[in-house]
Every structure is written in structure tokens, then in C-alpha cells.
């Protein structure tokens, strides 16, 4: 059975503090991705990587950066959290080649207060 | 894509009815276009997708339609029952940079009326 873990499904962080999102996906994909979900506006993409050591900005980059030093992992950092970095964070991950299919994990609830 | 805003749109359907689920999309270069379903507290579910090349794929109980001309994507759940209950997502597969990402839409909250 397929499955993307995220290691958090709650965060509260402090404004100001460094937040690091972990994903680990145990499918050999190439592909991972971050995503943000906020109510009305969908999944925005933030990052995405297509392998070890590579990344692409998203659509809204400003504020994060990533990390993928093994294929399996893939991790958001937020450098100085901010309140309107709240948010519900969604990794997901999916193989090169013809399947559209990408998985998704459970996801992370994160609060800056 | 869709228009951005804070509200969710929100179809309600009587249990038993069909339910179409409408999106438009603004990339012609995607290869794939794809719904997923996010139940309440979990992460979005792949229902169906379809290619670029093709106008309609059914699945069981679904049916997705595409209409290039118009960028238009349609879902639709034949004898919606309560647990069709959920947000629905359509997405984009796009190549990019040598490899793909997905874009979604703002979402449709689908609500099943017993």
C-alpha cells in the first residue's frame, strides 16, 4: 500500500521561529511536491523536486525554501515563521513517467502565533 | 484556472441524484487532467483522470468530460450517496523543467442531502 507520512498532523510555532515540515514517501518516486490548502483558494504550490539535491519554485516560493537530500524525503522549512503562514501544508508525491497519479499525504495543520 | 476568492462553492445534491461537478482550466499544454476527492481531515484521494487526447473516460459510478475548446472539466457522480460527501479537486498535469507538477483549483464542497 502506497503511503506519504508527513510527521506532524499539528504544529504551534511562535512567530519568528525556524518550522521544518517533514515528508517521507516510501514509493521511489522522483517527484515530490509541497503544496499549501487554504479555504476558497485550493492547493498552491510552494516547491516541488524531481530528484535528490533538485528543486523548483512553485507558485507562492516567498517565505520557504526545501531540502531533499534523499529520494524518500522531502522537507519544508519556513525560515521565520509568520502568521499568515498558517495554514494546512500537504506533501505528495508521484513517478516520472505517464501515470498522473500523485499521492498525497494526511496532512499538517500549522499555526504561528 | 478558476476564480480565487475565500469561499468555497458548494454543490447540494439529494441522495440517489446525479451530481456534476464543474471546473475550468486556462493550461492547453497539460497532458493529463485529474479529480481528486479530500475527505474531511485527510489528504486529497485520486478519483479519476483523464488524457489530453480524449473527450470522455468513464470509471464506476464517474464520469469525466473534457472540452478543450471551451478549457472546461466536468465530474459526474451517478447515484451520489453520502459518502460522496467531500471537497472536490480538479487538477492539471503540466510538464515543466523536464518533469510535471499539478495545478488544482479552488474546490467544490459537495454536500449529500439524505
Known amino acids: 500500500d502506497v503511503k506519504v507520512t508527513q510527521s506532524s498532523r499539528y504544529l504551534v510555532k511562535r512567530t519568528g521561529e525556524k518550522v521544518f515540515l517533514e515528508c517521507v514517501q516510501d514509493?521511489?518516486?522522483?517527484?515530490m511536491f509541497w503544496y499549501r490548502q487554504d479555504p476558497g483558494l485550493g492547493l498552491r504550490l510552494i516547491y516541488f523536486s524531481y530528484d535528490v539535491k533538485m528543486k523548483e519554485k512553485g507558485d507562492i516560493p516567498e517565505g520557504y525554501s526545501v531540502s531533499r537530500e534523499k529520494k524518500e524525503r522531502f522537507s519544508l522549512i519556513l525560515e521565520s515563521a509568520s502568521t499568515n503562514q498558517t495554514s494546512m501544508y500537504l506533501c505528495a508525491s508521484s513517478p516520472q513517467g505517464r501515470s498522473s497519479e500523485a499521492f498525497f499525504g494526511q496532512g499538517t495543520r500549522l499555526t504561528v502565533v | 484556472g478558476e476564480s480565487v476568492g475565500l469561499h468555497l462553492p458548494t454543490l447540494s445534491v439529494q441522495e440517489g441524484d446525479n451530481s456534476i461537478i464543474n471546473c475550468a482550466y486556462s493550461n492547453s499544454a497539460s497532458d493529463y487532467f485529474i479529480w481528486y476527492k479530500q475527505e474531511s481531515g485527510k489528504g486529497p484521494q485520486f478519483i479519476i483522470d483523464i488524457r489530453s487526447n480524449m473527450d470522455k473516460r468513464q470509471g464506476q459510478r464517474v464520469t469525466v468530460l473534457l472540452n478543450k475548446t471551451v478549457k472546461h472539466l466536468s465530474l459526474q457522480i451517478a447515484a451520489t450517496q453520502p459518502g460522496d460527501s467531500a471537497v472536490y479537486f480538479c487538477a492539471e498535469k503540466l510538464p515543466t523543467s523536464g518533469t510535471y507538477k499539478y495545478i488544482f483549483g479552488t474546490g467544490t464542497r459537495l454536500k449529500v442531502l439524505a
Open positions: 514509493m521511489d518516486h522522483e517527484n
